[in-house]
């Protein structure tokens, strides 16, 4: 075979290999920028809730239930939005995981949403403050577990 028509065919085959595998690694990459994005505009939301709530767990004998729970029902509806507009980012498997620990967000041990007088007052149900305190940022945590970047 003549090397020139070696060399065209090698150069036709290399296109031809490398158009796929590039669009397939840069799809990849352009969505974990997106995840990653939309990741710190999620923990975002939350830095407020958890510098206040680390404040009380460093200083417990400040920590007051109604305060702690005037700030978390406060940021509710803001946190709630955070999470609708980041779940769609993740795969669906996380996505069920993430709707759990949403729900272990709102109601810490299990209780029943209807039986509530709203979401986050199970957090002083048999706790003492700080450990209440402790509960909720390790519930945060969780969520934000999630944004990690990539």
Known sequence: MDPTIAT????????????????YFTRNLMRWQELNK????????????????????????HINEQTVLE?????????????IRFRPYLCETKQVSFDHAWQEYCHPQGGDPSRMPGPLFE???????HDAVNLILSKIEKLLSFAKPV
């Open 71 to 83: 700030l978390l029902t406060g940021s509710i509806v803001k946190h709630e939005h955070a999470c």
């Open 123 to 129: 957090y002083f149900i048999d706790k003492s403050n």
């Open 8 to 23: 065209i065919l090698g150069a036709i085959l290399g296109a031809l290999l490398t158009g796929p595998v590039t669009y």
């Open 38 to 61: 939309a990741g710190a505009t999620f923990r975002a939301t939350f830095t407020y809730e958890i510098r206040i709530l680390q404040k009380y767990s460093k200083k417990p004998e």
